[in-house]
């Protein structure tokens, strides 16, 4: 069975700062890893995911992240962010056998101010 | 392309009643799980169904339940009601078979609240 570690549950950053929310994953096997947003009252977006190839992935709104095998880690990056960024974030993983059962984190909420 | 939709978007219920959700996929996806979103234990996987049956099923009891329609439409039943069922309930639409199709697509949710 595969896990989810989200670090910070919260991460309070001023505007125009850059920011990283760190997620490391567990598993026997090989991972899928994604990124989603959620803004209050709204199911989630997906920001961005690693399926294969390059470890450095770039998603939307200016977000990437980069996937780190050896330090099972996936963190999210940005490097200014904005007040509408202002969201809960969760990272997820899935494997090839498990495909549609997404395992989330318990999610960081991230809260940027003026 | 429209996304996934789910109805209805706010729901109040008492202990014991049984309650319905729906949720229509992207066009074209096939796949369909629903997800429970609380508070207390966060995203947790309900189940998945693809060609109208169910693939997963998560660790809840069996008073949840689901079907698939023909048309990749999935409804989702949870029968006597529970305080502890108040949640968002999250469905979410994939592909399934060929290139990219590990991402899933989210609605908006169902708020359902028991009192």
């Known amino acids: 069975a595969q896990s989810v570690t989200q670090l910070d549950s919260q991460v309070p950053v001023f505007e125009e700062a850059p920011v990283e929310l760190r997620c490391n994953y567990s598993?026997?096997?090989?991972?899928?890893l994604f990124w989603y947003v959620q803004y209050p009252n709204q199911g989630l977006q997906l920001l961005l995911k690693?399926?294969?190839?390059?470890?450095l992935v770039k998603g939307i709104n200016g977000f990437e992240a980069e996937f780190n095998k050896s330090q099972t880690s996936f963190h999210l990056r940005k490097p200014s962010v904005h007040i509408s960024d202002t969201a809960e974030y969760f990272c997820?993983?899935?494997?090839?056998?498990?495909?549609?059962?997404?395992?989330f984190g318990t999610g960081t909420r991230l809260q940027v101010t003026l | 392309k429209a996304g996934v939709t789910q109805t209805p978007r706010y729901l109040i219920k008492t202990r014991g009643q049984q309650v319905t959700l729906s949720c229509s996929p992207i066009?074209?996806?096939?796949?369909v799980s629903w997800y429970q979103q609380t508070p207390g234990q966060g995203l947790q996987f309900l189940f998945e169904?693809?060609?109208?049956?169910?693939?997963n099923k998560g660790n809840f009891p069996g008073r949840f339940s689901g079907r698939q329609f023909s048309n990749s439409r999935s409804e989702m039943n949870v029968s006597t009601l529970e305080l502890g069922d108040s949640a968002l309930y999250l469905c979410?639409?994939?592909?399934?078979?060929?290139?990219?199709?590990?991402?899933?697509?989210f609605g908006p949710g169902t708020r359902l609240t028991v009192t």
């Open positions: 066009s074209g996806h096939r796949s």
């Open positions: 598993s026997s096997v090989s991972v899928y």
């Open positions: 979410a639409s994939r592909r399934d078979g060929g290139g990219n199709s590990y991402e899933q697509y």
């Open positions: 690693y399926l294969s190839g390059s470890t």
């Open positions: 997820a993983v899935t494997t090839t056998g498990t495909a549609s059962k997404l395992t």
């Open positions: 169904y693809f060609s109208e049956t169910q693939r």
